[in-house]
């Protein structure tokens, strides 16, 4: 068998919650790649340069690609013993010869491909394979898109390319082509609860966490263990029944939004200025208190060409430097927003079951009064039109990352009242 949770032992494979197929190919992918480091090439065909993992969010595509990594650069028999310092060292992100490409903003520029392109031009330092990771493939620019094309169609021999990405149409075709694709599903609402249950986590929360989070397994960790998080989502879910008036509608729109912000701000601030201090010192700015920092970069008076010259630069690395930041909150945001969003749907799906009596199970268990209070008053096509305002709404906060929050989830709360 692949794993061992049965017999008490740990593997790399342990993480993947409800995957077996996807556990079974990578595990057979990484047999392969070893006989093949090692000279055995029989395997050949079951070992390939370049990797996409395709999954919805929570379905665990960098987990697994992260797995996988692990396992191909362990030292252990079988592969994947998730104790060596092969696994130890991916696992940790501290290997030599692993690049993990993370955009935090909205995109990944061409820039950050290039230098895992040339990484991957050069030959393992320790382990079998050099691996270079990609999260979130599908937010390659194109030109980023194209550089790393280069690279995967003329693979180093000992180099592999993990890409993740939601789906397979959000990579470009001609890269799509070159990948063998791992398809990851949303683990099922009982393997999550399992899974939960296993970490420590008390039966019934884990069971309530695992419906909620509908197979994110990262939600539902987060649902188990936060209070905060627990708070959230009740907020969300009273949203419906508190759309009386047109004021309210505006009201409920406005706390989501304030709310994502808050979020920004919490995973942000100290970041930021951390980040900020430390380029000024590189640069020898000097150190400054609140307000923008590439605008004072700029009021430093040259008393020569050279230093002009420095300081442009410095206030251009600066400038650079506030629209990363800019794009990571941003990111946080629309993250922070989504999350309340699939929320919402699953609660007017709720209701939609209960109006159609349909024998499925709630998303939202703890908060079926509510549900059903709103289930008698309204008919199935509304909540039919409203659970597609909803899931609208996320689509076109997901497609035109421009969009003034605020004003589009207006226009879906005011939807959701008209019904
Ligand atoms: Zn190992």
Redesign the pocket.
């Known amino acids: 068998m692949v794993g061992g949770a049965d017999n008490g032992a740990v593997s790399v494979w342990d993480v993947l919650v409800g995957q077996a197929p996807v556990v079974e190919a990578l595990a057979a992918a990484t047999a392969a790649g070893v006989n093949e480091a090692g000279g055995l090439v029989a395997a050949r065909t079951a070992m390939t340069h370049s990797w996409l993992f395709t999954g919805p969010t929570g379905a665990g595509r960098t987990t697994a690609a992260r797995a996988f990594a692990a396992a191909l650069n362990?030292?252990?028999i079988p592969p994947?013993?998730?104790?060596?310092a092969?696994?130890h060292t991916v696992l940790t992100d501290t290997a030599a010869d692993l690049r993990t490409v993370r955009p935090e903003g909205l995109s990944l520029g061409v820039k950050d491909v290039r230098e895992l392109v040339r990484d991957a031009a050069s030959a393992p330092t320790s382990g079998r394979w050099r691996i270079l990771l990609l999260e979130d493939a599908d937010r390659l620019t194109d030109q980023a898109a194209n550089a790393l094309l280069k690279a995967l169609e003329e693979p180093a021999q000992r180099s592999v390319f993990l890409l993740c990405a939601p789906s397979v149409d959000d990579v470009l075709p001609t890269i799509r082509s070159r990948c063998r694709v791992v398809a990851l599903r949303l683990p099922r609402p009982s393997d999550v609860a399992d899974a939960l249950a296993r970490a420590g986590v008390e039966d019934a929360a884990a069971r309530l966490a695992a419906a909620a989070s509908q197979g994110d397994l990262d939600r539902a960790r987060l649902l188990a263990t936060d209070e905060a998080a627990r708070a959230r989502r009740a907020e969300v879910l009273r949203i419906p029944t508190r759309l009386r008036r047109t004021g309210d509608c505006l009201g409920a729109a406005a706390d989501l939004v304030n709310a994502a912000n808050a979020d920004a701000d919490a995973a942000n601030t100290i970041r930021d200025e951390v980040e900020t201090e430390a380029l000024k010192t590189a640069l020898g700015v000097g150190a400054t208190s609140a307000g923008s920092t590439a605008k004072r970069a700029r009021a430093v008076k040259p008393g020569a060409k050279g230093r002009a010259m420095t300081v442009r630069g410095a206030a251009g690395a600066l400038k650079e430097l506030e629209k990363t930041q800019k794009s990571r909150g941003r990111r946080t945001v629309l993250d922070s927003l989504d999350r309340a969003l699939v929320d919402l749907a699953g609660w007017y799906r709720d209701v939609l079951v209960l109006q159609l009596g349909a024998p499925v199970d709630a998303i939202h268990p703890d908060h079926h009064e509510l549900a059903g209070q709103l289930a008698r008053v309204s008919t199935p096509e509304q909540t039919l039109r409203r659970l597609e305002a909803v899931l609208a709404c996320r689509r076109r906060l997901a497609d035109n990352p421009g969009l003034v929050p605020l004003l589009t989830v207006e226009a879906l709360t005011l939807a959701l009242r008209a019904g």
Do not use: A, K, P, V
Not at 80 to 84: A, L, V
């Open positions: 362990c030292e252990s994947g013993c998730g104790e060596c092969g696994c």
